[in-house]
């Protein structure tokens, strides 16, 4: 059975696999960007899968790097993760720190709840 550690380390690791990525949820694991508004969540691994995949649809070169964890016990981690990917239909880079806080249990991902810079967001999907 996985932890938080294990979990987190495999959901960045697998974020171009949309698939793969949500099968790491429980059935009812949520995973929401608050920064971006309330309703910028996704409940349920179909959900999350559809989330991703649309996001990869916007920045097909989206993949998190430059991991670093500050706090971890066996069901809870929290850490921050960088993002620098051509948005195409820009033309410009999105480049982004996340900070994540994942709770784990039995084995899955129960809610992993992330924070950007929303000014860096909007910069690289707006046109000029």
Known sequence: M????????AYLANI??????????????L??????GPQVQATGPAAIE????????KVPDFRFKD???????E????????????VPSTGKVYKQTYAGLLVAENGK?????????TL??????SAD
Do not use: C, M, W
Request: charged share 25%; aromatic share 8%.
């Open 109 to 117: 991902i129960k809610h992993l709840r992330e924070a950007l810079d």
């Open 50 to 57: 559809g989330f991703i995949g649309g996001l990869l649809k």
């Open 67 to 73: 991991v670093r964890l500050y706090i971890e016990t």
């Open 16 to 29: 171009q696999d949309p698939a793969a990525a949500a099968a790491l949820f429980a059935e009812d694991g």
């Open 120 to 125: 860096a967001a909007a910069k690289a999907f």
């Open 2 to 9: 996985k932890n938080a550690s294990q979990l987190l380390h």
């Open 31 to 36: 995973l929401e960007l608050p920064s971006l």
């Open 75 to 86: 069901d809870k981690v929290f850490g921050e993760y960088s993002v620098e990917a051509l």
